[in-house]
C-alpha cells in the first residue's frame, strides 16, 4: 500500500495527496467494460497507459499537470513503493476539474454511430444525411460529455454544455481539443494507425487552464490499424475491444459479478496495449519498462 493519504479510486486509476499542490496518479492493471470493473487484471496495461500518456505530453505543445515521474521527490515513499510504481506513476499538479468530458470524434463509430443510425442526437446533430459506419467525417466534431451519478458519461448537447460550464471556457476546451485530436491523428497516422476518436479532461490549477489525468491512450481513445479500416462495418482496435467482444459470447447480463477472463484473453488484451504503445510511439515497450525511455 502507497503511504500518501488516498483520495481517490477509478475505474483503473488510484489517486494520492503528496501536498497541498501536487497529486500522485497511479494506473493499476485493472479492466472495466459496460462500467463492470473485471475480476483479471490484464499485466502492464497500467504502464501501457502512463507510458503512452508521458510519450503525448511531452509531444503535444499545450499546458498540462504533469510535473515529471521521480519519485525520489516524494519522501514519504519507501523502496518497495518506487518498484511496484515503476513506469505507472505520475506526479501532477492538482487541479480543478472541469465536469466535462471532451470528446473528438473524426469517424463516426460505437455511441455516435448508433445514435446516429437510431435518428440522431447530442453527438450528431450537425452531421449530414446517408454516412455509414466507421465513415470519416468531413471534419472532426467536438461531442461533450458529462458524468452521470452512475458512472456513466451522458452526451449533451452544444446548448447544454454552454449552460453548464459558460460560453468562453467551451469555445477555449472546444479550441483546443480540436487542435489536439488533428495533431494526434497526423502523428499516429505516419505510423500506420487511425484515430478514430478520443476524449480528453481539462481542469484550473492558479488561474491556468490544463489538459489533466491520461491523454492519447487505448483506454481513452479508439486506435484503428490502418490497413483494417474500410467503412461500413466493424474495425479492429487497439483496446478492450477485443474483451468486450469475448463478453459478448457469454451469457452475462453486463452486471457485476462478471465471467473471470480465461488467460488467452488476458495475453491477448496485453498484447493490444502493447502493440498500441510500441506502434504509435516507435519504441520499444521493454525499453520503457527498464527505465531506458523516460
Same mark, same amino acid.
Given at each position: 500500500?502507497?503511504?500518501?493519504?488516498?483520495?481517490?479510486?477509478?475505474?483503473?486509476?488510484?489517486?494520492?495527496?503528496?501536498?497541498?499542490?501536487?497529486?500522485?496518479?497511479? %494506473?493499476?492493471?485493472?479492466?472495466?467494460?459496460?462500467?463492470?470493473?473485471?475480476?483479471?487484471?490484464?499485466?502492464?496495461?497500467?504502464?501501457?497507459?502512463? +507510458?503512452?500518456?508521458?510519450?503525448?505530453?511531452?509531444?503535444?505543445?499545450?499546458?498540462?499537470?504533469?510535473? +515529471?515521474?521521480?519519485?525520489?521527490?516524494?519522501?514519504?515513499?519507501?523502496?518497495?513503493?518506487?518498484?511496484?510504481?515503476?513506469?505507472?506513476?505520475?506526479?501532477?499538479?492538482?487541479? @480543478?476539474?472541469?465536469?466535462?468530458?471532451?470528446?473528438?470524434?473524426? !469517424?463516426? !463509430?460505437?455511441?455516435?454511430?448508433?445514435? !446516429?443510425?437510431?435518428?440522431? +442526437?447530442?453527438?450528431? @446533430?450537425?452531421?449530414?444525411? +446517408?454516412?455509414?459506419?466507421?465513415?470519416?467525417?468531413?471534419?472532426?466534431?467536438?461531442?461533450?460529455?458529462?458524468?452521470?451519478?452512475?458512472?456513466?458519461?451522458?452526451?449533451?448537447?452544444?446548448?447544454?454544455?454552454?449552460?453548464?460550464?459558460?460560453?468562453?471556457?467551451?469555445?477555449?476546451?472546444?479550441?483546443?481539443?480540436?487542435?489536439?485530436?488533428?495533431?494526434?491523428?497526423? !502523428?499516429?497516422?505516419?505510423?500506420?494507425?487511425?484515430?478514430?476518436?478520443?476524449?480528453?479532461?481539462?481542469?484550473? %490549477?492558479?488561474?491556468?487552464?490544463?489538459?489533466?489525468?491520461?491523454?492519447?491512450?487505448?483506454?481513452?481513445?479508439?486506435?484503428?490499424?490502418?490497413?483494417?479500416?474500410?467503412?461500413?462495418?466493424?474495425?479492429?482496435?487497439?483496446?478492450?475491444?477485443?474483451?468486450?467482444?469475448?463478453?459478448?459470447?457469454?451469457?452475462?447480463?453486463?452486471?457485476?459479478?462478471?465471467?473471470?477472463?480465461?488467460?488467452?484473453?488476458?495475453?491477448?488484451?496485453?498484447?493490444?496495449?502493447?502493440?498500441?504503445?510500441?506502434?504509435?510511439?516507435?519504441?520499444?515497450?521493454?525499453?520503457?519498462?527498464?527505465?531506458?525511455? %523516460?
Amino acid at each position: 500500500m502507497v503511504a500518501l493519504p488516498h483520495i481517490a479510486s477509478g475505474k483503473v486509476r488510484e489517486i494520492y495527496e503528496i501536498d497541498e499542490s501536487r497529486l500522485l496518479f497511479v %494506473a493499476t492493471d485493472r479492466i472495466s467494460a459496460y462500467d463492470v470493473i473485471l475480476n483479471q487484471t490484464i499485466p502492464d496495461k497500467g504502464r501501457v497507459l502512463t +507510458g503512452l500518456s508521458l510519450h503525448f505530453f511531452d509531444f503535444l505543445d499545450t499546458p498540462n499537470h504533469l510535473l +515529471g515521474t521521480d519519485l525520489s521527490s516524494v519522501s514519504a515513499l519507501n523502496s518497495d513503493d518506487a518498484t511496484h510504481l515503476t513506469g505507472r506513476a505520475m506526479i501532477v499538479r492538482r487541479a @480543478e476539474v472541469v465536469p466535462v468530458e471532451c470528446v473528438v470524434r473524426g !469517424y463516426l !463509430y460505437g455511441s455516435s454511430w448508433r445514435e !446516429y443510425r437510431d435518428g440522431g +442526437g447530442p453527438t450528431t @446533430e450537425h452531421l449530414p444525411e +446517408g454516412l455509414s459506419m466507421a465513415d470519416r467525417l468531413d471534419e472532426p466534431i467536438f461531442t461533450p460529455a458529462t458524468k452521470a451519478a452512475s458512472g456513466h458519461d451522458e452526451n449533451i448537447t452544444e446548448a447544454e454544455t454552454r449552460e453548464l460550464i459558460g460560453d468562453a471556457i467551451y469555445e477555449e476546451l472546444k479550441r483546443r481539443s480540436l487542435d489536439i485530436y488533428l495533431k494526434a491523428a497526423h !502523428y499516429a497516422a505516419q505510423r500506420g494507425v487511425i484515430l478514430a476518436d478520443t476524449k480528453f479532461e481539462f481542469g484550473h %490549477a492558479d488561474g491556468e487552464l490544463l489538459l489533466v489525468d491520461e491523454v492519447l491512450t487505448p483506454d481513452s481513445s479508439r486506435y484503428w490499424p490502418s490497413d483494417e479500416w474500410e467503412p461500413g462495418g466493424e474495425v479492429p482496435s487497439f483496446d478492450k475491444q477485443y474483451v468486450r467482444e469475448w463478453l459478448e459470447r457469454q451469457p452475462w447480463d453486463k452486471t457485476p459479478p462478471p465471467p473471470d477472463l480465461p488467460d488467452e484473453i488476458v495475453d491477448g488484451t496485453r498484447a493490444r496495449y502493447i502493440e498500441a504503445y510500441e506502434r504509435i510511439t516507435g519504441h520499444d515497450f521493454d525499453a520503457y519498462l527498464s527505465g531506458q525511455i %523516460a
